[in-house]
């Protein structure tokens, strides 16, 4: 059974202050990773990630994956009050014979507090 | 619509009451999934479509859930005899084709079993 941990569980920064946020996970034939930031809605796509040592970078976020590890990081840098969430890490793995249709598993999330 | 869209936002039913919950994915994405977010966790996959077929319903947590996509566009989840474990917030999610491509989640339908 496929499964994806990620700590901190929960974690209190104040403005200015970088986190990292950890996904490790167990998944036959993995396809990809995904980061969503989920806020009181919908998650939101942050990063897709498939191969392994290149970083993606968006503003303040970034993320790397290690394949041979199997795990991710998600780095926040300078953080925001608006940096609140709850960040959620997910796998996607190739169905039979390789193939895939995007079916992903979640990670508990990282409830992510961000004080003034 | 830009997004992709859930309806009701909320509902409430009594135990044993059937429930219908719309989504309606952003034009033109082929893939469609279906959620179950319960209070501190992550989604759970439930079950996913291609078009109008219905390829994995593996997730479905019992015979009283049901789902259709019949043209291939709106998805309705449907949950019949409604049991209190059933409260949830239940996700959309949509893309554009099968992988390789992020998928884009509403905002959800939050039911509250009675």
């Known amino acids: 059974e496929d499964k994806v941990v990620q700590s901190p569980l929960s974690l209190v920064v104040h403005e200015g202050d970088t986190v990292t946020l950890n996904c490790s996970y167990e998944v036959t034939n993995f396809r990809s990773l995904l980061w969503y930031k989920q806020e009181k809605k919908a998650p939101t796509f942050l990063f897709m990630l498939t191969s392994s040592g290149i970083e993606k970078k968006s503003g303040r976020l970034s993320s790397i994956l290690d394949k041979k590890e199997l795990f991710s990081i998600l780095n926040i840098t300078a953080t925001q009050t608006g940096d609140s969430a709850i960040y959620l890490c997910?796998?996607?793995?190739?169905?039979?014979?390789?193939?895939?249709?995007?079916?992903?598993?979640f990670g508990q999330g990282t409830i992510l507090t961000v004080h003034p | 619509g830009a997004g992709v869209s859930q309806s009701p936002r909320y509902k409430v039913a009594k135990r044993g009451q059937d429930v219908a919950l719309r989504c309606d994915p952003i034009?033109?994405?082929?893939?469609l999934f279906w959620y179950q977010q319960a209070l501190g966790q992550g989604p759970e996959f439930l079950t996913y479509f291609q078009n109008e077929a219905q390829l994995d319903k593996s997730g479905l947590p019992s015979d009283r859930f049901f789902a259709e996509r019949p043209e291939g566009s709106v998805s309705t989840l449907k949950i019949q005899r409604t049991q209190q474990e059933d409260s949830a917030v239940y996700l959309c999610?949509?893309?554009?084709?099968?992988?390789?491509?992020?998928?884009?989640f509403g905002d959800g339908t939050r039911l509250s079993i009675l």
């Open positions: 999610a949509s893309s554009y084709r099968d992988t390789n491509q992020p998928q884009h």
């Open positions: 997910a796998v996607e793995a190739s169905g039979a014979g390789g193939t895939s249709y995007g079916k992903l598993t």
């Open positions: 034009s033109g994405h082929v893939s």
